[in-house]
């Protein structure tokens, strides 16, 4: 199935996990051995999990997620992550998805990732998007948590999907799991006060495992949420 050229919309409220579920969607696109079945990436065995394409930043121009000379077999996935909070006019926008497209000629999976979407409404630079994501084969996945003003055009192509926050018990379940498999040790006190303290927002609850990933021997203790892990105001 050709996937480039689809177009996905994610809403939710703001850190609530869609860059993380963007992420997760990447890995399992570039995994080599995805489970056919149940569609979970493998257990970071494969050239491509190894590199953990979901934790690092990819700010930059783009990331090829996988080189070709490691002996992959599957397609190559390439990255762009624009914020649209950065976007300041449609020249701007056209500039960062054409350096994109023109830097080589690119085969295998686009993934244009654009976030907080609904900032580009102003100066009708979602007219601006809209043409590009005509004419560009990407897989496009747009995120905002307020979807209402983009332009009726461009709602009418995308898929949407709504996130919500993950219940308690999910968001715990879900940071031990990080915590084993990024190699963190960690207190089970320690992660229901990081669910309490971070309000259920996945992004604030990344920060403290991020603190605790420093040393990961000690790891995240019930003392490192309650006195070294300040929460943010505004988040
Ligand atoms: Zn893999």
């Not at 990331?63 to 992550?81: K, N």
């Not at 009726?152 to 308690?168: A, G, V």
């Amino acid at each position: 199935m050709d996937l480039n050229r689809l177009c996905f919309l994610l809403v939710g409220p703001s850190r609530s996990g869609k860059t993380a579920l963007v992420k997760f969607f990447l890995r399992c696109l570039a995994c080599e051995r995805l489970d056919p079945i149940t569609l979970n990436p493998c257990d970071r065995t494969c050239w491509t999990c190894k590199l953990r394409p979901e934790t690092s930043d990819h700010g930059g121009l783009f990331v090829t997620l996988r080189a070709i000379d490691t002996g992959a077999t599957g397609p190559e996935v390439h990255f762009l992550h624009i914020d649209c909070t950065k976007i300041r006019t449609a020249v701007d926008l056209d500039d960062r998805l054409n350096s994109f497209s023109e830097t080589t000629a690119l085969d295998g999976i686009i993934v244009a990732y654009l976030d907080e979407v609904h900032r580009l409404v102003n100066r009708s630079m979602d007219e601006t998007l809209l043409k590009a994501i005509e004419e560009k084969p990407f897989l496009w996945i747009l995120s905002t948590a307020k979807p209402g003003p983009l332009e009726d055009m461009l709602q009418k192509r995308l898929l949407k999907f709504i996130t919500e926050l993950p219940t308690s018990e999910e968001l715990a379940d879900w940071l031990a799991d990080r915590c084993e498999e990024w190699g963190i040790n960690y207190e089970p006190e320690a992660i229901i006060r990081v669910v309490e303290k971070s309000n259920r927002i996945v992004g604030t609850a990344l920060h403290a495992l991020a603190l605790a990933s420093l040393d990961p021997d000690e790891g995240l203790t019930v003392n490192l949420v309650e006195n070294d892990w300040i929460v943010e105001l505004g988040e």
